[in-house]
């Protein structure tokens, strides 16, 4: 681990740094000295994640005890996939982390409803149309979950949702699948995160 105390605007200064120290990995608090906003994490952390290239640790901002620290195992880890390449660079990170602290591997793949942008209330045949693309892309959503099951340890679950509103589905379902780390790439199909 490297310290270092920068001068200038933090998110600039610390992707700079990783850049320039061939940093593997950066962990990060979910806000800094400003404290909590309206956002679940600060704009520092957000410029961070977009620009710097490298996987980043994102950890909640709270003073733990001693004995939490000295506890720290993963009891189960939650990795959302969109279908991307680039979704699934975080796969090897999450099967070693799974290893490592021998707990189950859990990937999400949610199926958005899609929008229907109309003036008008939407008629029964566009009500039946984004029934039918549903449908159809819960198909594929889960002959992907299928394929990646198959090359992945048997110890990996697989959850499909719909929903119309995808973060807010993994924030239930981290809730409900009691997942005490989520690993999911800053860019994605729909680009940034």
């Known amino acids: 681990a490297q310290k270092a105390l920068l001068e200038g ?30 956002w679940n994490v600060s704009s520092v952390v957000q410029k961070v994640i977009l620009r710097a290239h490298v996987p980043v640790m994102i950890v909640r ?75 159809r892309n819960r198909r594929v959503g889960a002959e992907y979950l299928k394929q990646l099951k198959s090359r992945l340890p048997s110890e990996v679950e697989t959850r499909l949702l719909i929903s119309e509103n995808t973060a807010a589905t993994l924030h239930e379902l981290v809730e409900q699948e009691g997942a005490d780390l989520v690993l999911l790439s800053a860019h994605g199909y729909s680009g940034e995160a």
């Open 9 to 38: 605007q933090a998110a600039e200064r610390i992707v700079d740094f990783v850049r320039d120290h061939e940093v593997d990995l950066i962990t990060i608090s979910t806000h800094g000295q400003s404290g909590l906003s309206g």
């Open 61 to 135: 901002a709270y003073v733990c005890t001693s004995t939490e620290v000295k506890a720290l195992h993963y009891r189960r880890l939650l990795v959302p996939l969109d279908g991307s390449r680039r979704a699934e660079c975080t796969l090897p990170l999450a099967r070693m982390l799974a290893r490592f602290h021998d707990c189950p591997l859990l990937l999400a793949h949610v199926v958005s409803k899609p929008e229907l942008p109309r003036h008008t209330p939407p008629t029964a045949e566009d009500k039946a149309l984004a029934d039918q693309l549903t449908e």
